[in-house]
Structures are given as structure tokens and as C-alpha cells.
């Protein structure tokens, strides 16, 4: 009897660890999976792999002042590029990101989603709905 209890414990415990294990993977990641592929495929060519950007020319994201403090603007600017001079953790920069126009809402939040939490990053969690909010505005 008293074998039987601890069997049965034991398999409760690998119930719930093998639960548990789906639910740490299964909601985030596929979004920052997708958001990560989407950045290699429209991004990493400048900002790199490791978003550390390229010297001078091209702003890094990883640890990044400015994308930390710039959330609200975030989807305009994957959307339409950038330029004009910005500041990025004291070191200026003078150049020019193209516009992304091909990429709808979710996938922009996607790709927000993955800059904010790779690399060390803890920027937060992007809101479709705000995302859609702020593309309203600039699109
Ligand atoms: C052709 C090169 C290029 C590509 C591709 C590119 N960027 Fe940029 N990005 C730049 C440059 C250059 C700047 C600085 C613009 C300026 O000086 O005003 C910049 C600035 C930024 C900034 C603000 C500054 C910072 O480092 O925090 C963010 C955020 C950003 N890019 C995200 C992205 C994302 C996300 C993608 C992919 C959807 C992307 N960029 C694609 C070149 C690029």
C-alpha cells in the first residue's frame, strides 16, 4: 500500500513538471520565435546577430538607452525607418533605417517583442492593441 502511494506520487510529479514545462514554453515563445526570425530576416543585417550594431554607423538594440525609452514611438519607426541624429548610450548617431512597410502589426509586435527580451534586455511586453494604436498614427 504504502508503494503503491509513493508510485502514484511519483507520477503526479512528472505530471505536473511535464505540465508545467508546456505552459514556460508554450505561450512567449513562439511569438519572440517568430519576432526572432523576423529580426534575422529584416534586421540583423545591420544591427547584428547579437544587436550590438556596428560601430559608429549602425546603433546597437542590445542594452540600448534609447529603446528602452522610446516605446511608445517603437512601431513607427520599424515601419517607417528613421533618420536625423540620435543619441544611443552617449555615442551619436547620424543615419539611415529603412522603412518596413511590408510588415503588418503583429508581426511589428513581434519583432518588438524579441528586441525587448533578447540579449539581456527587460524592456516589457509589447501590446498588440498598443501597437496598433501607434502604427494608427503614423500610417
Ligand atoms: C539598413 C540598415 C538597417 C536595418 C535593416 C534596420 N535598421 Fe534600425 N537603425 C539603422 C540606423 C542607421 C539607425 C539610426 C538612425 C538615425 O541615426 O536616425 C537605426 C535605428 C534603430 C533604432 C533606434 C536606435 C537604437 O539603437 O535603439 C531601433 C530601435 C531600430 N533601429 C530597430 C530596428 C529594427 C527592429 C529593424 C528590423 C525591423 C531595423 N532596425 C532594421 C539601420 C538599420
Known amino acids: 500500500m504504502q508503494h503503491v502511494r509513493r508510485h502514484t506520487i511519483i507520477v503526479l510529479l512528472f505530471l505536473f513538471a511535464g505540465w508545467w514545462a508546456a505552459l514556460n514554453s508554450g505561450c512567449g515563445a513562439p511569438s519572440y520565435k517568430q519576432g526572432e526570425n523576423l529580426y534575422r530576416t529584416y534586421c540583423a543585417n545591420c544591427h547584428m546577430e547579437d544587436g550590438s550594431g556596428l560601430a559608429q554607423l549602425i546603433p546597437p538594440l542590445a542594452s540600448s538607452d534609447w529603446l528602452r525609452d522610446n516605446q511608445d514611438t517603437l512601431p513607427c519607426i520599424i515601419y517607417h525607418g528613421m533618420s536625423g541624429p540620435i543619441i544611443v548610450n552617449g555615442i551619436e548617431f547620424d543615419g539611415q533605417m529603412p522603412s518596413n512597410k511590408q510588415l503588418t502589426p503583429v508581426l511589428i509586435n513581434n519583432i518588438i517583442n524579441y528586441i525587448n527580451h533578447a540579449w539581456g534586455n527587460d524592456f516589457g ?5 498598443h ?9
Open 131 to 139: 501597437t496598433e494604436a501607434a502604427l494608427e498614427k503614423c500610417r
Open 125 to 129: 511586453q509589447a501590446d498588440i492593441r
